[in-house]
């Protein structure tokens, strides 16, 4: 299938139509500028598509053009009666059989390409990865089966290879969406799991999107995908696993700040490798690309963040007011010193 | 054709319901309508095949069901199906009188197979605390078999409705599409059942 | 008896006689006033989404108000814009279209359209009640299940009744169709826009009730604590989905069908020649409504249905490309050659064309299986529909309404301003929605509420908003159009367009027996044909002869003021059971209409030969 | 109209024509009485095959076929329209039903 499309590709409409529209959108954000598998096997479809569309368009605009033109009344000549054709047989057999040809050429590589994005057939091999991922309003979480490993928001994986992905929401429907590495996925609640696969080819941090309604926050459902090279995920890995979630902090500040964590948040949010709880897991908080996936992680909005929360998240399920904004400050020095690991959205190539 | 003609015609022609145009409207009309209801009872069964297995407790089609109520139920529409065209028989031969005998025989027998299934809602309920909100099943048991129930009601109160208003005036061209389009309907009634009974009651036992 | 009524008082006498009336012309001036009122409240509620769109981060309206508005905005256009208006315009043309004097259940058509309104009316209350639905036009279970407050109450009895007579509408026309046609109007003599709407009320006939289903499951749900989707208890959310779009794609082809009936008649009309390829266009109008059907699940690519399914449904849809294209070439060959007058609404058909094509070409695209991973949900999805439903309805609406609105109301629009309408909004209409399909490639999904600085967005979605303006500027100049010409234009020939079909052999608007005498049609186009045979108008099929018309009634308004009623205590009766008795007292206004409908003889009256206007009607 | 005046024997064919309908129709009841009997009789008596359910199926499909063509009358003439109508409406909804047992739930 790929060596069909290079050919395709290599067709000059095709290739300038790529590069035209490659122009569009930011890095790591749009689906025209693949760097990934997935992504790429779809925008060469895409542009198999709009190849096929433009010449049709192109056609039906010429016979358009013409027509508008040439007949068009002309002055003086209100009262012509044209001729009253009833139709033509070897027209209508023209433009129903090369439409048929034409919709035959997109339909082979669109069956395959579902087919090949279908295919989970690797993923019981014993280094194969597979994560599993439920959506929350507004949040997601990340699960590394059988590595005990759980994030929240920000998810690693290694470029070059493919992640697995199994899927599921814990309430409404939402959806995994990462344009620039691959299409996306709903998640259901219930016994309906979806799967995917991602592959990224460069290291980055590739942006994502819920893309179902899935209450007043939607739109602010973000999330990141972290590619780094498999070397730097084997780390990412061991130093995950290895997090001492009881482990003290430097400044007095963040000790209070661990303390009233325990107190107030605890019942929802874990740090280290206990299972999804109500809230997301904030191991590895410190390193987190957003804060709830939206915001610049600084202090300042993270406690914000903590105390009016559902102003910036309408809908949030997380309790406002719950501390002081004192306390809140407390919290955050404690946050954000949570470094879990030497591998970081900076070593990915990038800082946003 | 004059009022008159409708309301008092000095013969019945061959086919009652269709010789006045709004006859023949009525009559294409409510066949269409029943192609929709094909739809609609369609998606019924299959919300509740989708989900005759979304069973909580133990609470399953093959525990609760029992078939000999329903085959009574069945035999008594089966039968009403039988009566109510042995009224438009009569109805052909516009013998007014023997029509709503046999019209009165369905809505009895209607009235049965309503009054069996009230209390087959009723066992469950009492019997099993098998609900409407126990589970997904039992939402799609209540709304699917519901549903039909509601038609039977329907059915009964229409062609009740028809025969206390005609009672005394007779055959005419304006109602004779009426009571042919409430056999229709009674009809369509009998062809669903057997569906459900098929379908909910007979391959739920099955398993 | 109803004009007689009208003739002697004054507004109140009219209102009553709207009220009450069964007549299909009257009929379709209340659908499209209603219709073309929710239009407007669309359109606002459309002006308010690309405001809040129009910078990065914006805050003009809080999140939550703008998922109740593009909910709304959806709903409203889908459900009481576009329908209504497309049963304004079957009311107005298809009787007279195939020579009839009514409908076939003048009845229930005003009964439909008293529902239609009544549901619209109900679901927009919900503005006023603490807040109008939000889960979106389709309504996703389980958003739409746990969403708090009433709103979503408001969408399942509003839709609910609103749908109801639709559904009777439909059964209205398919009848009138089959069984009131002239003598000698055979299936493959009628106008194409006749046809259409045929096709058209079969697939409202087939889709609805599965809409129909979908609301009761979904108000069993809210209303009454069942568990079909409720994950817990078993259920599943996904019987919505296909519920909902098992209805919800024919749906698209029900809007845009008789649209295409339209056009045709338009181009011919105006290209002074009959239509290319007739029997190809009526063959194709039914393939689409046929494939139609089985191509509902690509809105759910990416529900999880697997490669198979997946696939099956990807070339079911591209299929539909085929009968459509056949219609866009047979279109642009009856121009060819032809004798083409740009009246307005010839533009608005013209503009049509390449607009529908790019619509029609985003659309195989998105039916591409793999490829719908990255368009689904983003504003690709949403380019890609304006550009059919605004490219193609809502300029079919325009291009209709100024073809019909002689017929309709008996002046032809103002021709300058209706021209001036034509071009900011045609305009304005690519550059809302052009862009759109980059900015969702490049990472908008939709039903964002806003989007962050950064990601590339800004200028799209500025050039979209600017366009949105424009439209404004289109609309609001059209109905200057509507006021300038009702108070300026002079009152209109019954034939101003030198037309083809029955409609136009009889006055400007037509007596409400429509014809004096049942016309004989000697072919498509039978106006046509007498015409370039040198006669004035239709031969007569029947002598001159009392005419039966139907009584008026104002039972379809009560009955459905009584289901009205009985949906507040459906909604209501959750916070109290004193509720229960709003559902008493509507249901037995309803059924107390019903019964009084069944019991009243209601035989109609009859027009004396003598009160009857001299000749076949020609003027 | 021409019913004005039926001359009687024309009445009187009419009437031998309803007989012998009445007729089928009795011969399609007791079929249906039958095909049900046997439809319950195989699940009480549990012949429990890998058949039962398509059979069972069977059974009712071909009920409602007497029930529309004899009892509907869908097999006399000028039944076309109702009859496109109604499998119009059976085959969507066959479409729906097979959606429901197959991809609804994975
Ligand atoms: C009037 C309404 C209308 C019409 C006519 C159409 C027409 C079509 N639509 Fe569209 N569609 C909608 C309204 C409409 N749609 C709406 C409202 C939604 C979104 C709903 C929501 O989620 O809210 C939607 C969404 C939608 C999706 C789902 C996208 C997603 O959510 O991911 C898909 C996917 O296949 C699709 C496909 C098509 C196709 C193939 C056609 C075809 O019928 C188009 C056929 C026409 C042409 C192709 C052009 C003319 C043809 C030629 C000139 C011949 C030669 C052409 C070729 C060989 C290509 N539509
Ligand atoms: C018939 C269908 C129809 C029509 C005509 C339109 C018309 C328009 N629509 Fe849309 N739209 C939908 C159907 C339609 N829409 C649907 C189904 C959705 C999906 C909803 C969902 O996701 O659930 C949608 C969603 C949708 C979105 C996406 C929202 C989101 O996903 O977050 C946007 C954004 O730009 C949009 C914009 C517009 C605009 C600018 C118009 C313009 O064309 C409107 C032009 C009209 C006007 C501007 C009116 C002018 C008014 C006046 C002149 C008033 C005069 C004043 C008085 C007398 C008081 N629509
Ligand atoms: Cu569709």
């Known amino acids: 299938m790929r060596g069909w499309m290079v050919r395709f590709r290599s067709l000059i409409v095709f290739g300038a139509l790529a590069f035209v529209l ?64 009833e139709g033509n047989k070897a027209l209508e057999v023209i433009w129903t059989v090369i439409p048929i040809l034409l919709l035959l050429v997109l339909a082979v590589p669109t069956v395959q390409a579902t087919f090949n994005l279908a295919d989970q057939s690797k993923q019981d091999d014993k280094d194969a990865l597979t994560i599993e991922v439920t959506g929350n309003q507004y949040w997601w979480h990340f699960n590394y089966a059988d590595q005990e490993i759980a994030t929240s928001q920000d998810l690693y994986i290694p470029t070059g290879k493919r992640v697995y992905l199994n899927m599921k929401s814990s309430d409404v429907i939402h959806s995994f969406w990462l344009p620039a590495i691959a299409g996306k996925m709903d998640t259901n609640p219930g016994d309906n799991m979806n799967t995917m696969y991602l592959e990224a080819y460069e290291e980055g941090v590739y942006t994502g999107h819920c893309a179902e309604l899935c209450g007043p926050s939607h739109s602010l459902m973000d999330f990141r995908v972290i590619a780094v090279s498999p070397e730097k995920f084997d780390q990412w890995k061991k130093d995950m696993k290895n997090v001492d979630a ?44 957003k804060i709830a996936g939206i915001l610049e992680p600084t202090k300042e909005n993270l406690v914000d963040w903590i105390v009016n929360n559902n102003e910036i998240k309408p809908g949030n399920k997380m309790p406002m007011n719950l501390v002081s904004e004192e306390e809140a400050g407390k919290i955050a020095d404690y946050l954000l010193q949570l470094k879990h690991s030497e591998v970081t959205p900076e070593s990915a190539g990038e800082g946003s | 054709m004059s009022h008159e003609d409708v309301l008092n015609p000095k013969e019945m022609p061959r086919e009652p319901e269709k010789a006045t145009l709004e006859g023949r409207n009525k009559f294409i009309g409510f066949w269409f309508f029943l192609g929709g209801e094909t739809v609609l009872f369609a998606s019924l069964f299959g919300t509740y095949l989708a989900l005759n297995e979304s069973t909580v407790g133990e609470n399953t089609p093959e525990h609760l069901f029992g078939l000999d109520l329903v085959f009574i139920m069945t035999m008594l529409l089966l039968t009403s199906s039988l009566t109510s065209v042995y009224a438009i028989y009569h109805m052909k031969n516009n013998d007014f009188g023997r029509m709503l005998t046999w019209l009165f025989i369905t809505v009895v027998l209607g009235l049965g197979f309503l009054g069996c299934e009230l209390y087959e809602f009723h066992h469950y309920i009492t019997e099993y605390e098998f609900t409407f909100r126990s589970s997904a099943f039992g939402s799609a048991f209540y709304t699917l078999v519901g549903f039909h129930g509601g038609h039977v009601l329907f059915g009964l109160l229409w062609i009740t409705t028809l025969m206390i208003r005609n009672s005394k005036r007779g055959l005419n061209l304006y109602n004779a599409p009426k009571f042919y389009i409430a056999s229709l309907y009674w009809h369509f009634i009998d062809v669903v059942w057997v569906f459900i009974f098929t379908v909910v009651y007979l391959m739920g036992k099955v398993g | ?214 609301l009761f499951l979904m108000m069993f749900d809210r209303m009454f604590d069942a568990a079909f989707f409720d994950v817990a208890q078993g259920g599943n959310v996904i019987i919505w989905e296909h519920l909902f779009w098992i209805f919800g794609h024919p749906e698209v082809y ?366 | 109209m021409e019913h004005r005046s039926v001359p009687s024997q024309r009445r009187e064919y009419e009437r031998t024509q309803h007989k012998q309908e009445m007729i089928q129709h009795v011969i399609s009841f007791v079929l249906m009485i039958l095909f049900t009997l046997v439809a319950f009789g195989m699940v009480v008596f549990d012949v429990n095959s890998y058949f039962i359910i398509p059979t069972l199926l069977l059974l009712a499909v071909v009920q409602v076929i007497f029930q529309l063509y004899y009892f509907m009358h869908l097999k006399n003439k000028g039944h076309d329209m109702p009859a496109m109508m109604i499998f119009g409406g059976v085959a969507v909804g066959a479409l729906t039903i097979i959606t429901f047992t197959s991809i609804i739930w994975w």
């Open chain 1, 22 to 85: 490659s122009g569009c959108g930011v890095e790591n954000v749009s689906a025209l500028k693949p760097k990934g598998y997935s992504a790429e096997l779809l925008f060469d479809l895409m542009m198999i598509s709009i190849a096929i569309m433009l010449f049709v368009f192109v056609i039906v605009m010429a016979i358009y053009a013409f027509v508008l033109v040439r007949y068009r009344q002309k002055k003086g000549q209100e009262d012509m009666i044209p001729k009253q054709t």
């Open chain 1, 246 to 289: 009881e482990a003290k902090p430097e400044t007095t500040s963040a000790q209070e700040g661990q303390k009233l964590f325990k107190e107030n948040c605890m019942s929802c949010h874990a740090i280290g490798n206990s299972a999804a709880g109500v809230g997301p897991n904030l191991t590895n908080f410190g390193n987190r690309t």
């Open chain 3, 1 to 214: 008896m109803s004009t007689a009524v009208a003739q002697k008082g004054g507004l109140g006498a009219a209102i009553w006689d709207y009220l009450t009336t069964v007549d299909h012309k009257k009929i379709a001036h209340l659908y499209l006033v209603s219709g073309g009122f929710f239009f407007l409240m669309g359109g606002i509620e459309a002006m308010i989404i690309r405001i809040q769109l129009i910078k990065p981060d914006n805050n003009f309206i809080a999140a939550g108000l703008y998922n109740e508005m593009l909910t709304m905005h959806g709903t409203t256009m889908i459900f009481l814009a576009a329908m209504p208006i497309i049963f304004a315009l079957m009311n107005a043309a298809v009787p007279l279209q195939i020579g009839a004097r009514d409908v076939a259940f003048p009845f229930l058509n005003s009964l439909g359209f008293w529902l239609f309104f009544f549901g619209g009316v109900l679901l927009n209350i919900s503005w006023f009640t603490g807040g109008a639905p939000d889960a979106g036009w389709t309504n996703y279970a389980p958003l739409s299940t746990t969403s708090p407050g009433h709103g979503v109450d408001y969408y399942t009895i509003g839709l609910q009744i609103a749908g109801a007579g639709t559904l009777i509408g439909g059964i209205n026309f398919l009848v009138t169709i089959v069984n009131m046609r002239a003598p000698g109007m055979s299936y493959m003599r009628m106008p194409l826009f006749t046809w259409a709407s045929f096709v058209t009320s079969t697939l409202i006939l087939f889709a609805f009730p599965a809409l129909t289903v979908g």
């Open chain 3, 254 to 619: 029900i809007l845009i069908l008789p649209l295409f009936g339209a056009f045709s008649d338009i181009f011919s009309t105006f290209s002074k020649k009959r239509l290319f390829g007739y029997s190809a266009m009526v063959f194709a109008t039914v393939l689409i409504g046929f494939l139609g059907f089985m191509v509902w699940a690509h809105h759910m690519f990416t529900v999880g249905m697997g490669p198979i399914a997946n696939s099956i449904f990807a070339v079911a849809t591209m299929a539909i490309a085929v009968p459509t294209g056949i219609k866009i070439f047979n279109w642009l060959f009856t121009m060819w050659g032809g004798n083409i007058k740009m009246t307005s609404a010839m533009l608005w058909s013209v503009a049509f064309i390449p607009s529908f094509t790019i619509g029609g070409m985003t659309g195989v695209m998105l039916a591409a299986a793999a490829a719908d991973y990255q368009y689904h949900d983003t504003y690709f999805v949403v380019g890609h529909f304006h550009y059919v439903i605004v490219g193609g309805v809502v300029f079919g609406a325009f291009a209709s309404i100024h073809y019909w609105w002689p017929k309709m109301f008996g002046k032809v629009l103002n021709e300058k301003l209706g021209k001036l309408a034509f071009w900011p909004f045609f305009v304005g209409f690519h550059l809302t929605f052009f862009i759109q399909h980059f900015l969702g490639l490049m990472g908008m999904p939709r039903r964002y509420w806003t989007f962050h600085e950064g990601l590339g967005l800004d200028t799209g979605n500025l050039i979209s908003s600017i366009g949105a303006f424009l439209m404004f500027i289109g609309t609001f100049i059209f109905l200057i159009n509507v006021i300038y010409t009702s108070v300026k234009e002079p009152k209109a020939s019954g034939d101003p367009w030198d037309g083809r079909t029955l409609e136009w052999s009889i006055s400007s608007p037509p007596p409400h027996y429509n014809f004096a005498q049942t016309p004989l049609v000697r072919g498509l186009d039978p106006l046509w044909i007498e015409k370039t045979e040198g006669k004035k108008g239709m031969t007569p099929a029947e002598p001159l002869g009392d005419i039966h018309m139907p009584n008026p009634s104002i039972l379809p308004f009560v009955m459905s003021l009584g289901f009205f009623i009985a949906g507040f205590g459906f909604i209501y009766q959750t916070e109290s059971k004193s509720f229960l008795a709003l559902i008493f007292i509507g249901m037995g206004i309803s059924l107390g209409s019903m019964l009084t409908r069944s019991l009243k003889d209601d035989i109609g009256h009859h027009i004396h030969k003598e009160d009857l206007k001299e000749g076949a009607g020609s003027e």
